[in-house]
């Protein structure tokens, strides 16, 4: 297993320890080897693909399997030497599709949830009806309490489901697949659900997720798991990354950034586009204009180098993020000799030059100079046709990229799906512009 930082809580408890977990059915091994720390208000969401083991670790954490070896520790305590009353008191589930096929009233369902606190023919206590009634208001379904169950939308039960089990008044949640089969609207209402009660109630919550960007979104820890183990576990920006989601899933993905929020966003790569891997790409970008050529070319699998970029620019910071190497200069500082000197030596390095739609400034033109001078393989360029309305250096710009069509290999793209047409091992040629 692979770590990335985790926000730090140094002062939270650990509520929940897996050690070394091994768990077959018969002889199909489905988990092997997990272990994991989880504290105390942690946000944990668990992703990976059909078959990984995510279910069977909530099923193991919640007692329902037994691990043929490792143990699950929660307050201390072995999952096994807890009652289940007792453990019901601390951990809660909400499984995947739980049918109720009699047509108990919403009231009823939660009700069910006080089980483990409730003593066999006693009457219910003022402190049972309080907590249905709490659990029901924080998931907001009071007003649906004499309603028949079964005749609730998808998003309704599973807000009322969520009732239920915080009508046990646990310390953590296990959510398997809360926003499974729900619209768009249900699934936002179910993750802000989960999150307000992470973040006002306290609840620790462990959560599989199928979705990658539902997943992005929600939690705060994620552990990625594949065939029985985990394959990362850290932030988000360690597990979303892009070599690493292609390993677990085998498909091409490309990450980008949610423009509001700034977390990742995945999406599936056109496959034609992996024919490009091994390819040398050095990129001349800057303010946002290569993000997405970045994550493509990273996740085709080319060698890709960026620069020169000032630190802090969003290029920059995509490039860090994907591992992309970067020369790179001070903030809004013009580029440096140094800089130059580095940049030059990567373009002639490269298979391709890929030039973005970058504004040029007095600061970054030595980015365009560096081509023209060191430029040995094809140079791409994204929508030449409009670099005088980015020539912020009084048509000097123009001039560079007019002597770089008069003497590279040069071809022309005018977005991110043209590239694989021209970066497949017979495109190299340059035949494409
Ligand atoms: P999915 O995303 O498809 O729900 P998962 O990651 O939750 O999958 P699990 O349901 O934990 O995966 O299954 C892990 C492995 O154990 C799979 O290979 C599955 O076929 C197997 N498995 C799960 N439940 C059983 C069972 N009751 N009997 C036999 N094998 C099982």
Redesign the pocket.
């Known amino acids: 297993m692979d770590g990335g930082s985790l926000p730090p809580s140094p002062d939270a408890q650990v509520t929940l320890s897996i050690l070394g977990l091994e768990v077959r059915?018969?002889a199909?091994p489905?988990l092997k080897g997990v272990s994991l720390e989880v504290r105390e208000g942690d946000l944990w969401v668990i992703l990976?693909?059909?078959?990984?083991?995510?279910?069977?670790?909530l099923r193991t954490i919640a007692k329902v399997l037994k691990p043929q070896s490792g143990s699950v520790i929660v307050d201390g305590k072995s999952v096994t030497d807890w009652s289940v009353s007792d453990l019901m008191k601390r951990i809660s589930v909400v499984p995947q599709g739980t049918p109720f096929p009699f047509s108990f009233t919403v009231e009823e369902v939660v009700m069910m949830g006080r089980t483990p606190h409730l003593t066999p023919l006693a009457p219910l206590t003022k402190r049972d009806r309080e907590a249905v009634e709490w659990a029901m208001t924080v998931t907001d379904v009071l007003s649906l309490r004499d309603r028949p169950f079964p005749q609730l939308s998808g998003g309704e039960q599973r807000r009322v489901l969520m009732a239920k089990a915080l009508a046990q008044e646990p310390k953590t949640l296990l959510l398997d697949e809360p926003t499974a089969n729900l619209d768009l609207r249900y699934q936002a209402e179910v993750l802000e659900l989960i999150q307000r009660l992470n973040q006002e109630q306290h609840l620790t919550v462990i959560s599989?997720v199928?979705d990658l960007n539902l997943g992005a979104h929600l939690g705060r820890q994620f552990l990625l798991?594949k065939a029985?183990q985990i394959v990362a576990c850290g932030d988000v920006n360690y597990v979303m990354n892009p070599q690493v989601l292609q390993q677990v899933y085998e498909v091409p993905v490309t990450v980008s950034r949610h423009p509001v929020t700034g977390r990742p966003v995945i999406l599936l790569t056109d496959r034609r586009i992996v024919a490009s891997a091994g390819i040398r790409v050095h990129i001349v970008c800057g303010g946002g204009t290569g993000v997405e050529f970045l994550s493509a070319l990273v996740s085709a699998g080319c060698s890709v180098t960026a620069g020169a970029l000032n630190r802090g620019d969003t290029d920059y910071e995509t490039a860090v993020l994907l591992g992309v190497p970067v020369v790179e200069e001070e903030p809004f500082t013009p580029l440096s000799e140094r800089a130059v000197v580095q940049t030059k030596d990567w373009i002639q390095k490269a298979d391709v030059v890929l030039l973005t739609e970058v504004p040029f400034g007095w600061g970054n033109i030595a980015n365009l100079q560096a081509i023209l001078e060191s430029a040995k393989g094809l140079v791409i360029t994204v929508n030449p046709e409009r670099m005088a309305e980015r020539d912020f250096v009084n048509g000097k710009a123009v001039d560079l990229l007019n002597q770089i069509f008069a003497t590279k290999q040069v071809a022309t793209i005018h977005s991110l799906s043209d590239l694989d047409r021209l970066l497949t091992p017979s495109g190299k040629d340059g035949s494409g512009g």
């Open positions: 059915y018969d199909h489905a990976g693909p059909n078959g990984a083991g995510k279910t069977t670790l599989v199928h798991m029985g």
